[in-house]
């Protein structure tokens, strides 16, 4: 299987500041494959980046995601309140399917 | 637009089997992947398997001899059972539709299940 390690496990952020999660997979990934998700507390996982730098629709363009083979990683380039949560990647390219260990955004 | 939702006991003894349904509306099961994904206190998410568009299924080799997905296309529900859960099996549910390159691209609510006697 393929681990992907995520860092940092928590980010604490002022408003407006950027952040960066880096996601280090264990074998190479095509960008097709690599996914990013935001949970809410309380709220299900929603698909915010997908294959590497997309973003699905109804995302603001603050979200931003890039990377290739082992080493992807996603910005959010001015922290909004609202995007306190905790985000995933996930890999799609070779089963079993598997997920970064998350990481949990608060605001100052 | 798709909608997807988690029915089932939100609690089950050890040893039992853990029972959940998926329904989805404003799609059709015989397109497309379906899933399931549960997320462990403590944050852990795990790909459980999934049915495809044709019925055919593929599952997380850590669960292999213990899960089974199934469907009825007519109600357009795709079904997950886990056979001899233990405490360890105590997680939130998710179902999802998995598209092109894996991505998950729509999830259901969640059904938090807890393992206990």
């Known amino acids: 299987a393929i681990v992907l390690n995520q860092s940092p496990s928590s980010i604490v952020a002022s408003q407006g500041e950027k952040v960066t999660i880096t996601c280090r997979a264990s074998?190479?990934?095509?960008?097709?494959?690599l996914h990013w998700y935001q949970q809410k507390p309380g709220a299900f996982p929603k698909l915010v980046i997908y294959s590497t730098s997309y973003r699905a629709s109804g995302i603001p363009s603050r979200f931003s995601g890039s990377g290739s083979g082992t080493s992807y990683s996603f910005t959010i380039s001015r922290v909004e309140a609202e995007d306190v949560a905790t985000y995933y990647c996930?890999?799609?390219?070779?089963?079993?399917?598997?997920f970064g260990s998350g990481t949990k955004l608060e605001i100052k | 637009e798709v909608q997807l939702q988690e029915s089932g006991p939100g609690l089950v003894k050890p040893s039992q089997s853990l029972s959940l349904t998926c329904s989805v509306t404003g799609y059709s099961i015989t397109s497309n992947y379906w899933g399931w994904i549960r997320k462990f206190p403590g944050n852990k998410m795990e790909w459980m398997g999934y049915i495809s568009y044709s019925g055919s299924t593929s599952y997380n080799p850590s669960l292999k001899s213990r899960i089974s997905i199934t469907r009825d296309t007519s109600k357009n529900q795709f079904f997950l059972q886990l056979n001899s859960v233990t405490t360890e099996d105590t997680a939130t549910y998710y179902c999802a539709r998995r598209g092109l390159s894996g991505v998950m691209d729509a999830w259901g609510q969640g059904a938090s299940v807890t393992v206990s006697s």
């Open positions: 996930q890999q799609g390219s070779s089963n079993p399917l598997t």
């Open positions: 074998s190479s990934i095509s960008s097709n494959y």
